[in-house]
């Protein structure tokens, strides 16, 4: 065997064994179950809520300010790095508030709506000073007045990746059951190193540090990276995070008065807290907008395609058995109490609601495997 001949069967063998390298993932039947990163951490917080949010669709009435603003900034961004304005984009923000509440008013009772409505408005005033300062930071405004990022020429916002076969990483073996998929915030062609890159975007209140590690040790970014390979059969080469930190202080109230009740009509106006946020995060730009680079790792990506292979082998063992439900403090998770607690513990089912399919993500790959 002459010297080319070893170098061309050694880089065969290495193909067969690289993650890389896989592209059997588009045969015809894909099995209709699908996972994805946030029903895999679902899955791991609580196998009982996987099963009320993933397998029977079972959704709490209520308003969440966290997903609230974060879809309205994920919005608002896409329009702005697609070429809108900024006032076109923060009328997005506006339209998501507005969309959430009538849903609600059709749902709740006006006493619990009216609360609501007053939380909301100031998350929304958060959410327009979060596009507006991320706007000021990392676009420009080209000759014929479109919005434009700085870094990334972008291809695709919220692209649907998937579904595709779960395949086991070591065997290569496909699933039979079940497929993977999920969202991507956007994909592009770094300005500077023409790499293909991925985009993601995190809105949260927690530290920088805290967000990097859990992307650093879960499964999110190798699963999209691996899923956007497969997309494109050309790997992205770094995944561009921008972590936006909502502005952390609150609407200010009047103290009580002497009567000991407390005069609304004095409280912060939306227009005063407003311009508190920008002036927040105008002086402390650095503490709540970064941005990072996030490699890929064939190493991680095993590593995700492994875990997702071995909870659906788990998932199948509950779906004979029974999800297990650990109620007790188990259910004071670190972001409150779970949403399905009154659902759980004492069967009931006031605010609760089942739809025909879970998540909206889901929706639209199963509209696309049908
Ligand atoms: S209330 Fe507790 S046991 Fe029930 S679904 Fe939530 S976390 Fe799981």
């Not at 409505?117 to 000021?136: E, G, P, W």
């Not at 695709?156 to 070591?170: D, S």
């Not at 972590?243 to 609304?264: A, D, E, H």
């Not at 991680?300 to 029974?322: C, M, P, Q, V």
């Amino acid at each position: 065997m002459n010297k080319n001949n070893i170098q061309q069967s050694k880089e065969k063998n290495k193909q067969k064994k690289s993650i890389f390298y896989i592209d059997c993932l588009w045969t015809e039947n894909i099995p209709k179950r699908v996972l994805t990163n946030s029903s895999i951490n679902t899955f791991y917080i609580c196998p009982k809520k996987y099963d009320l949010s993933y397998n029977k669709a079972i959704y709490p009435i209520k308003y969440n300010a966290a997903t609230t603003i974060g879809s309205a900034v994920h919005l608002a961004l896409d329009f702005l790095k697609s070429g809108h304005s900024l006032e076109f984009a923060i009328l997005k923000v506006v339209e998501t508030f507005k969309d959430i509440i009538n849903k609600l008013e059709k749902l709740l009772p006006e006493e619990d709506l009216d609360k609501i409505k007053q939380y909301a408005r100031f998350d929304l005033i958060k959410a327009r000073a979060m596009v507006k300062i991320y706007n000021s930071i990392y676009h420009e405004t080209n000759f014929t007045n479109k919005t434009i990022d700085k870094e990334i020429d972008f291809k695709y916002f919220e692209r649907v990746l998937g579904p595709m076969h779960l395949v086991n990483p070591k065997t290569l073996r496909l699933s039979k059951s079940f497929a993977i998929a999920g969202k991507s915030d956007g994909e592009g062609i770094h300005k500077k190193c023409h790499k293909t890159v991925s985009w993601e975007l995190k809105t949260t209140s927690m530290e920088f540090s805290t967000i990097i590690e859990n992307l650093e040790f879960g499964i999110q970014m190798p699963l999209y990276q691996f899923m956007e390979g497969q997309h494109d059969k050309r790997y992205p080469q770094f995944t561009v995070l921008d972590i936006i930190r909502k502005p952390s202080i609150k609407p200010l109230k009047k103290t009580k008065s002497t009567t000991g009740k407390r005069s609304r009509a004095n409280d912060e106006t939306p227009l005063q807290y407003y311009n508190r946020c920008i002036e927040l995060y105008t002086k402390e730009q650095s503490r709540f907008f970064g941005r990072y680079i996030i490699p890929v790792s064939e190493a991680n990506i095993i590593n995700a395609l492994e875990l997702a292979w071995n909870t659906s082998r788990l998932i199948k063992f509950y779906d004979t058995h029974g999800y297990p439900a650990p109620r007790g403090t188990h259910c004071i998770g670190p972001y409150g109490v779970c949403e399905y607690k009154s659902l759980c513990w004492y069967d009931d089912w006031d605010f609760y609601e089942q739809l025909d399919i879970a998540h909206e993500e889901l929706g639209i790959i199963a509209d696309k495997i049908r």
